[in-house]
Structures are given as C-alpha cells and as structure tokens.
T-cell receptor
C-alpha cells in the first residue's frame, strides 16, 4: 500500500521557474526521503529529512517537514530541463525495515 | 566505485514461467532490498536482506522469494508468473541494518514483461 500521496500528480513549468511538490503521509515517521526517477529507470536519492527536523537544503533543493500535518514539500528552485522526471517521497516508520513510497509527481520543465 | 548493478535489464516471460533477477550492492553495503514498481505507481517493498538473513517482507504472495549470498549479492525469484507481475523490479542497497533508516541506493532496475 502507498503511505504517501504526492500533489500534484503532474506539474509543467517553464525553465527558470520554481517547482513545488507536496507529500502527505498517514502514520508517524522516522524520516522522509525524496527520490527522483528518470524515464522509469532507477531512483536517485535527493534528500533525507528526519522527524525532528523542519527544513533542509541541498543545492537548489529545499525540503520542509510538518509532522503535525503529516506533510512535506520539495521545492526545486531555478528549474532546468534536466529536472524533468518523476519525484517520489518515501517514509520510514517505526521498526519497519522498508521505505514506503508515494505515487509520485511527474515534473516537466519546458525549455 | 560502481553503483548497484542489476541483471538482466529487460526480460520477457510467459505466464506460468519462473524468473530470477540478480542484484549486486555497492561495495561495503550489507543490506539489500527489493521493490516492485508497476507502471504509473511508486515502488512497493518486497523484501529486505541484511547479512544473508531476511529482515523484512512486504505484502507479496509466496511465489516471490529471495536470498542473499555471502558476497551480499542477492537474487529475487518469482514462480508461476502472472500478467500482473509485469513491472520494473528495483534493487536497493544501504549500509544500515534497518533499510529505511538512511539513504538507499537504487540500481537501474529489471523490466519484466509477462505475456
């Protein structure tokens, strides 16, 4: 079953604009991670935020986490055509030994 | 260093057949996890192995099995294939005993088509 739900399902923006994707989840978590997937191939880890953190930055990426609302957002600033991909949030909960992924946001950056 | 490698990259099988997928983790990683990704959905957890022992199992039928070898490589086996088993099968490795505690590094996947 999918733990997280990304919103929107699809997003199309112009190069240079910012892209914001949201993720909601159902149960308490240890951490939340964001991954990128190009053209149905392997996933690339972008960033991990732990349950006691509220915000994290990595290059053009900014992730926020609101555990009271069980939600997270991923902001990509100054987007590039190469950012075109599917983005997934994934949560780790309790003693579970796996990541539980959301359904993903398909981002298209138009040149 | 090489990343996670998987073989084969593509596979076509018919219903009822058996398939074996292979994964080699990043050097030094002792944890391997398997995920199934159906088109249009996020990956779903199948198994996690750490130090050759099964540490976690997702909600998949007994037709799915896996094992981890002394060199930490892993195989995923699926028996009696169904059309619904058509998917991208992803392998991920990590250092941690608990697969969700830190970054997991994914391989490129094996795309299985069942006819």
């Amino acid at each position: 079953s999918q733990q997280g739900e990304e919103d929107p399902q699809a997003l199309s923006i112009q190069e240079g604009e910012n892209a914001t994707m949201n993720c909601s989840y159902k149960t308490s978590i240890n951490n939340l991670q964001w991954y990128r997937q190009n053209s149905g191939r392997g996933l690339v880890h972008l960033i991990l935020i732990r349950s006691n953190e509220r915000e994290k930055h990595s290059g053009r990426l900014r992730v926020t986490l609101d555990t009271s609302k069980k939600s997270s957002s991923l902001l990509i600033t100054a987007s590039r055509a190469a950012d075109t991909a599917s983005y997934f949030c994934a949560t780790s909960s309790g003693s579970a030994r796996q990541l539980t992924f959301g359904s993903g946001t398909q981002l298209t950056v138009l040149p | 260093d090489a990343g996670v490698t998987q073989s084969p990259t593509h596979l076509i099988k018919t219903r009822g057949q058996h398939v074996t997928l292979r994964c080699s983790p990043i050097s030094g990683h002792k944890s391997v996890s398997w995920y199934q990704q159906v088109l249009g959905q996020g990956p779903q957890f199948i198994f996690q192995y750490y130090e050759k022992e099964e540490r976690g199992r997702g909600n998949f039928p007994d037709r799915f099995s896996a094992r981890q070898f002394p060199n930490y490589s892993s195989e995923l086996n699926v028996n009696a294939l169904l059309l619904g088993d058509s998917a991208l099968y992803l392998c991920a490795s990590s250092l941690a005993r608990w697969g969700g505690e830190e970054t997991q590094y994914f391989g490129p996947g094996t795309r299985l088509l069942v006819l």
